[in-house]
Structure formats: C-alpha cells, structure tokens
C-alpha cells in the first residue's frame, strides 16, 4: 500500500462517512481512525488487493466496534418494529422529511447498505463479503431500507425529528 | 401472474442497473404490468440519485490537512496532531498507538518480503525512533564508559561496525557543529545489529546517531520527528539505512544537526 494508493480513495471513505454518520467532524474521526487502522495492520493487506474494499471493511468494523461501546449515538430501532406505516394526515403540508434526516432513521444495517449500493455503485456479492454476510442478507436489508427510507419521505411514517419548511 | 418470476432481488438489480440486458427487458415487461411495483421502482431509482446529488459534493471538499497528512505520511499527521492545543486525551492514546503504527509501517516493506511472517513479528517490532531514544537514555548519561570504542580508535570503530553490520558505515563529522565524536557502540535492534555514534558539545550536552540497515526495502522518507520524554529525535530511512539522531536540545538545533549528518551520508 504506498501513500498515493491511500490518498486516491480518501474522498469516497469520506463521503461514505459522512453518509453513515451525518456529521462532518464525526465522519472525518472515523476517517482518521480508519486510517490510523490501516496503517497499523498494513502487514494484512495483499498487494495487487482491493484496497477500497480493505478501507471500507476495516471502517465498517471501527464502525461496528464504536456502536458496540456506545460511542456514537444510534437508533437502535429493531428493524420490524416500525414496519406497519400510519398515515400522518394533519400536518403533510408543513412536515416534509429531507432525505439526510430520513437516512438516519434507518437502522445502521440498512443504511450502510444503501449507501454502499448507491454511492459507492458497489455490487451485492462485494458487499457481502466486504460485511462478512450472505447475499441474501444483503438483498433483504437493501429491499427493507428503501422501502422505510420511501415511505418516510413520503411522509407515511412521520417520526421525531421531523424538519418543518415553508 | 408473473411468467418471467420476476423477484424482489430482480426488481432491485434493476434499480441498480445490474442485470444482463435480457433480464432487463423481462423486469421491463413485469413492470409495465404491475404499476405499483413500477412507482416503488422509481422511487428507489430516486434515491440513489438523491443519495449521489446530496453526497457527492464531499468528494471535492478538500481533503483536511490531517487526514491528507496521516494518510501520506501516518507519523508526520501524528506529530502535527500533537501540536494541537485542544487535543483530548483520548487522542493523546491513540496518537501513541499512531506513532508506533506509523513507524512499524516502515518495515512493512521489508516484512513484506516474506522472510517473516508479520503476524508474529509485527508486535516485537520497535519502531526506529523509540529504539534510538532508549539508547540515548542509556548511554549517553553514562560518564564512565558511555561507548565501547572510543573516538581516538576510530579506524577500528568503523572498521568494526562494518563488519558486524555487513555494510559500511562512519560516524558524520560535525564539529564544525560543535559536536565532537566521542565513540561508538553495537547494539541490538529488533532483528539484528545496529550502531549508535555518540557526539559531545562543549557543555558535555551528548547527542547520539542511531543507524540501523533493517528498513532495508522501504524507500526514503523524509525528515521526520518525535520527541520520547524529554529526548527530541530526527530520524528518516535513505537507501539502505535508517537513521535516528537523539538529543535533550531544541528541535531546530537538533534538525540543523541532522542536516549535516544527513549531507554527509549520502551516497550519492
């Protein structure tokens, strides 16, 4: 791995940072972290390797140990929990949800899948194996996230936060 | 209902624009067929246009100085973070675990040889700046026997360890510094010999050169810092060396110093 190698994959571990975790100064920690990582456990990368996909594996485990620890906040929505959408009908004209704000509400397991697929364009086997889960699994919470993510936006499942725009 | 079996997975792959073109075409055909399926679709394929238009702009954002910095070079990132004033303590730990990475990165080169297998080795290794502050601590506070070979035999210091480093190596001349050479050891580094030069100032102030051939394989850094207690260091690998020059003296004293030592060393 030699430094302009790292250098080149720097923006898309931030944007997908930033995705994952909305805040800038947070998304660039975890950047760093991933980094710092990395360089600690250079011996384990192959050369000739993925190293976008070592990057993003070695951010999604910083990511799954910080959770675990309660560093970050989290929803810790159980997924089906909040399946069965109700209609908010008194207040559709003053509630529209942004999507950065209905990203949240996704449970991290979804989102992180989303975003995988849709920012990072990378393919459902590559993300199974980058999270160490079958295909299957992926496909599931991809069709789960976008639904709630769909109905959300579309103001079926008003939540708490809620932004209000005129 | 549904010839073409057409899934839930198909339906996404199609949003994602991976199915084969025949699969494609039969998704086509389903969905002309199932509208509400069609509006769910085009609801997702919204998404990832919206997810790109609202995340791609980071792409262009600069890259911080400190995430450009540890990812060219991981120590010079640390050592700058450490200037930081607001720097919580938490930090502090991992800046400590950075250092150490940073510096072990500097034989992955040579690990990656395969003469060693990293997962065994990778946790003795010290890396080259804290190796030669240790020395420096030990030694140069000695005032009996601070060297083994003293500077009025240098011939046969340098004839020395030559032969038990395998390569040629002699102390740089730095009195015009005001550092005189006082003598020189053996000692072991982390998989075999390396040498270490001790100088001495007019006010007894000692400085040491610490020079190691085990970050043979990685290319040339730069200069690079770090400070071990009250032990400020310079170090940097050129060719097959790797250098380290110790001393309690302020950072620009020592990196005018280091300047020399580096002008003289040079093969070229």
Excluded at chain 2, 93 to 122: C, F, I, K, T
Excluded at chain 2, 224 to 253: H, P
Aim: hydrophobic content about 40%; glycine content about 6%; overall charge negative.
């Amino acid at each position: 791995m030699d430094s302009r190698a790292l250098l080149t994959e720097m923006p898309r571990l931030r944007r997908y940072a930033r995705a994952m975790l909305g805040d800038r100064a947070a998304a660039d920690d975890l950047v760093q972290d991933t980094l710092e990582r990395a360089w600690g456990r250079i011996s384990q990368w192959r050369s000739g390797s993925n190293l976008r996909a070592w990057l993003f594996s070695i951010m999604h485990n910083l990511r799954v140990d910080q959770l675990r620890r309660g560093v970050l906040p989290t929803h810790s929505l159980d997924e089906d929990a909040c399946d069965v959408p109700t209609r908010a009908t008194q207040s559709d004209q003053l509630e529209v949800m942004d999507l950065e704000s209905a990203l949240r509400q996704l449970p991290d397991e979804q989102r992180e899948i989303l975003l995988l697929v849709a920012l990072e364009e990378m393919s459902y086997a590559d993300i199974a194996l980058l999270l160490g889960i079958p295909v299957g699994t992926v496909m599931s919470r991809l069709s789960r996230g976008r639904e709630r993510l769909r109905q959300i936006m579309d103001g079926r499942q008003p939540r708490a936060n809620l932004r209000i725009v005129r | 209902m549904n010839p073409l079996n057409i899934t839930e997975d198909d339906l996404h792959a199609y949003v994602d624009d991976a199915l084969t073109a025949e699969r494609r075409g039969e998704v086509e055909a389903y969905l002309a067929e199932y509208p509400a399926d069609a509006e769910r679709v085009r609801a997702y394929q919204a998404q990832n246009q919206a997810l790109r238009s609202l995340f791609n702009p980071v792409i262009d954002e600069p890259l911080p100085d400190n995430l450009h910095a540890l990812a060219a070079q991981p120590l010079g990132a640390a050592v700058n973070r450490e200037k930081q004033p607001n720097l919580k303590s938490l930090l502090a730990q991992r800046l400590a675990a950075g250092l150490l990475v940073a510096a072990l990165s500097g034989v992955a080169g040579w690990l990656a040889h395969g003469h060693y297998h990293p997962e065994d080795h990778m946790a003795q290794v010290t890396p080259l700046f804290r190796q030669a502050a240790v020395a420096h601590v030990v030694y140069s506070p000695d005032a009996r026997r601070p060297v083994e070979v003293t500077a009025d035999q240098e011939e046969a210091l340098v004839k020395w360890l030559t032969k038990r480093l395998g390569v040629p190596v002699k102390p740089p001349k730095l009195g015009a510094l005001g550092y005189e050479l006082v003598g020189g050891r053996l000692l072991p580094g982390n998989s075999g010999p390396v040498a270490q030069f001790m100088y001495q100032d007019g006010s007894a102030q000692r400085m040491t050169l610490y020079v190691t051939t085990e970050h043979v394989g990685q290319s040339g850094t730069g200069f690079r810092f770090a400070r071990e207690g009250q032990i400020n260091v310079f170090y940097w690998v050129d060719g097959q060396f790797g250098y380290a020059l110790s001393a309690s003296i302020a950072k620009g004293e020592l990196a005018k110093v280091a300047t020399a030592v580096y002008d003289q060393l040079e093969p070229r």
